[in-house]
């Protein structure tokens, strides 16, 4: 060690050893009391003042008290001290950034300008600076005594009305109260220490925190999965965008070819019509000019004879074709094409603004899981209809009302053989696979118990194998449904489920998010049992039925088809829509004109 080190530390000990316990600053006026501590006079008189009501007096460092308060007297060979250590230039006074800011916990010890606290005792109720922290770090007296981080709100720990420290706790009012509270106000209540509580909502605010720092990792994996989707993502919305401008420039481009061929319609029309006119007007200029030169030779023959004789001879002339008959519509021969036209456009706007399209594209869900339907009328919205399909069932099972219903019989049923059948348990599948989000119900005629489930395809058929079985294996998930309760089964666990019967069983899957649930059916929507997990194929419908009699029957619901069906639809539905009234539009063309040739 250094000579210069060695006289900071020196120096730093001096200024220790001279220091006011209560403002840590050198000593003013030192006086010591009886237990041998020395402090400033007025420091230890400004303590001992407000401990004047309680009738005894403490040192601050050992909390020795006296009684009656003791007679000061300056303890002149330590002033002395103190005068030559300010003359050499030492200063005991702190760094200006240990003394307490407005914001910051100041020691209730020091006086002057305070110095921050370090340590709050909760059995003092007082914040100690690190110079006044020391008697509890180093005497026996504080060793039960408990510090915790600087706190303002110590004297919230006293009672308001008893001022005594509250270390009991009510669990029936949920506030923190003192011994003496217990004898009036609490008599009777839940109560325990302060301490015990505090550990339980410690114990609690673990669990939340696992919860949180679960769901953080979660979400964390969710942001790695989704930064390995964008990609597919991305390329899934370009390819929507670019089929659909594909669809609508096809749409664009319909309607100019049907505008042009309008319009050439109308032209070509326009000038038959005028050329036949002008046509039949010029022969009849032409017709006429003839007869009146007959006329005219006729009537200049000087030979009465053959004037007589020719003019019984004379055709008689054809009805005249003034020009005002032509004029009797003046402008209005194509009024109604225009106005075929204005209804095609009206027609146009009314299957636009019903078209969907906007609603759907709102409600696709790329990567974040949609809420789960509430109402039935929510899940109705994904209605599925089911069709059992014959070559899957087991031969003693009854397909009916159009292979929707099944009935366990007690003899074969008439089943060509295929390798799709289950050949042991009484088990059937759908026709329909199960992707995206959809919904069905299952009515229960529960004899023995009916079981209602989603599986792969590429579940076992063949044998009494639990691969076979629906709930017995890793492919499928089934909720059994026996007289008077439910359980779940999946690879072989039995869950035990709790509900109301019902005999309509809902079940809802979102494929994509992994959700698979099972409902109680009746007024009202009851959850029977959710399952999450991740599916990695499509999934089909299927029943099982444990005896004869037995029935299940999928219910026809109101159909409302996935986005892919729906947007198609409405795009074949707007394609349709767009030719018929071309095709009308140019009927009432074709008319217009027949009946302009007719009455011309």
Known sequence: ?????????????????????????????????????????????????????????????????????????????LADLVEELKKTGLQAAPADHCYAAPEDVACDFCTGRKLKALKSCLNCLASYCEKHLQPHLQSAAFKKHKLVEPSEKLQGNICSRHYEVMKMFCR????????????????????????????????????????????????????????????????????????????????IRLLEKRSSDVEQQIRSQQETEVSRVRERLEQEISELKRKDHELKQLSDTEDHNQLLHNYPSLSPLSESTHSSSIRIRPLRNFEEVTAAVSQVRGRLQDILSETEILQIVSQVDVLLRQPEPETRADFLRYSQEITLDPNTA?????????????????????YSDHPDRFTYWHQVLSIESLTGRCYLEVKVGVWGGVGVAVTYKNISRAGDSPECEFGFNDKSWSLYC???????????????????????????????????????????????????????????????????????????????????????????????????????????VVVTFVIFIYKN
């Not at 730093?12 to 009391?33: K, S």
């Not at 999965?225 to 991305?234: G, I, M, S, T, Y």
């Not at 779940?488 to 309509?504: A, D, E, L, W």
């Not at 069906?565 to 394609?575: A, I, P, Q, T």
């Open 1 to 77: 060690m250094s000579a210069a080190e060695m006289e900071r530390q020196e120096n730093q000990l001096d200024r220790e050893r001279f220091c006011c316990w209560i403002c840590v600053d050198l000593l003013e006026d030192p006086v010591a009391t009886v237990c041998g501590h020395s402090y400033c006079k007025s420091c230890i008189n400004t303590h001992w003042d407000k401990e004047e009501e309680r009738g005894s007096y403490s040192c601050p460092q050992c909390r020795q008290t006296f009684t009656p308060r003791p007679v000061l007297e300056t303890n002149a060979m």
């Open 172 to 251: 029936t009012d949920q506030q923190c109260f003192c011994y003496l509270c217990s004898v009036d106000e609490h008599k009777g209540h839940d109560t325990v220490s302060a301490a015990v509580e505090r550990t339980e909502r410690q114990r609690e605010l673990g669990l939340r925190r696992q919860t949180i720092q679960q769901r953080v990792q979660d979400t964390e994996k969710d942001v790695k999965l989704l930064q390995q989707e964008e990609e597919a993502v991305n390329g899934s919305a370009d390819k929507a965008v670019e089929d659909s401008e594909e669809i609508f420039t096809e749409l």
């Open 394 to 414: 087991e031969r003693r099972l009854l397909l009916s009302e159009g292979n929707r219903k099944v009935t366990g019989m007690r003899k074969d049923q008439f």
């Open 482 to 588: 026996y007289r008077n309760s439910y359980a779940f089964y999946h690879n072989r666990i039995k869950t035990p489920v709790s509900g109301p019967r019902s005999y309509r069983v809902g079940v809802y899957l979102d494929h994509s998010a992994g959700v698979l649930s099972f409902y109680s059916v009746s007024d009202t929507m009851t959850l029977l049992h959710r399952v999450q997990t991740t599916f990695t194929q499509p999934l089909y419908a299927g029943v099982r039925l444990y005896y004869d009699g037995d029935t299940a029957e999928f219910c026809k619901l109101t159909e409302t088809r996935d986005l892919k069906s729906r947007v198609l639809d409405s795009v074949c539905k707007s394609l349709t829509s767009f030719f018929s009234m071309f095709v009308t539009c140019s009927m009432v």
